[in-house]
């Protein structure tokens, strides 16, 4: 049976130089994370705020954490203060919420605005000209001084099609390539890919893939 080292070493082989490796540790416990962390894995994602904020405290300090949930607004001192990147800003209420207590607590706050992929739709997420309308400054009540938007993520259709799946980056990153050929200052991330088609979302152009099961194995609850 394969260890998470091993789990880690082999991904990070066939992972492309480039592409930051993301563990989403999301209902494992500590102990599991520990054995990553001696493997030389130091990002990881969390989903939910209040286990987010117990686990840090219980890793090493030079960990790098990244908030991939959903995010309701009376939820942001239990992440804002920990993360280097909220990946999942899929409202534009949420957004202006993270950008008044960047204000605040004089942060600046990373983030990428989720697309909303798939077929589900109980999926989060803006669409593409929802996108390009915050880019271009309309809608949002406050300038966002404290936010630097870094660029975008997606869940694809939870799918074994993997054609649908296709379809789904490819629309992603087609919206990902066209800010970038805007020359916007500091959009570098798009952030597709789980275990099960994160091979698939690196030849669409994935900068950073969120992986669980493939390192952790099966979720405990």
């Known amino acids: 049976m394969s260890t998470?080292?091993?789990?880690l070493g082999e991904l990070r082989r066939?992972?492309?130089?480039?592409?930051?490796?993301?563990?989403?540790?999301?209902?494992h416990p500590v102990e599991r994370l520990m054995e990553a962390y001696d493997a030389g894995q130091r990002l990881f994602a969390e989903n939910r705020p209040q286990e987010l904020a117990a686990k840090v405290p219980?890793?090493?300090?030079?960990?790098?954490?990244?908030?991939?949930?959903?995010?309701?607004?009376?939820?942001?001192k239990?992440?804002?203060?920990?993360?280097?990147?909220?990946?999942?800003?899929?409202?534009?209420?949420?957004?202006?919420a993270i950008n008044r207590w960047a204000f605040e607590n004089g942060r600046v706050v990373d983030v990428l605005l989720e697309l909303h992929l798939g077929a589900e739709e109980t999926k989060q997420g803006f669409s593409e000209e929802e996108i390009l309308e915050i880019l271009r400054g309309e809608g949002i009540g406050s300038e966002p001084g404290n936010l630097r938007i870094r660029g975008l993520?997606?869940?694809?259709?939870?799918?074994?099609d993997m054609a649908v799946v296709e379809k789904d980056f490819e629309r992603i990153e087609t919206l990902y390539r066209r800010i970038k050929a805007s020359g916007m200052d500091g959009f570098d991330i798009l952030s597709i890919g789980?275990?099960?088609?994160?091979?698939?979302?690196?030849?669409?152009?994935?900068?950073?893939?969120?992986?669980?099961?493939?390192?952790?194995?099966?979720?405990?609850?």
């Open 4 to 7: 998470i080292s091993d789990k």
């Open 14 to 27: 066939q992972i492309p130089s480039g592409v930051a490796l993301v563990a989403v540790s999301k209902f």
């Open 58 to 76: 219980q890793m090493p300090s030079d960990v790098q954490w990244h908030f991939i949930g959903h995010l309701q607004t009376n939820k942001l």
């Open 78 to 96: 239990l992440v804002l203060p920990y993360v280097s990147l909220v990946q999942s800003v899929d409202s534009l209420h949420l957004l202006e």
């Open 153 to 160: 993520m997606g869940m694809a259709t939870n799918t074994d």
């Open 194 to 221: 789980m275990s099960g088609d994160w091979p698939l979302a690196v030849r669409h152009g994935a900068t950073m893939v969120r992986i669980g099961t493939d390192i952790f194995g099966p979720r405990e609850y």
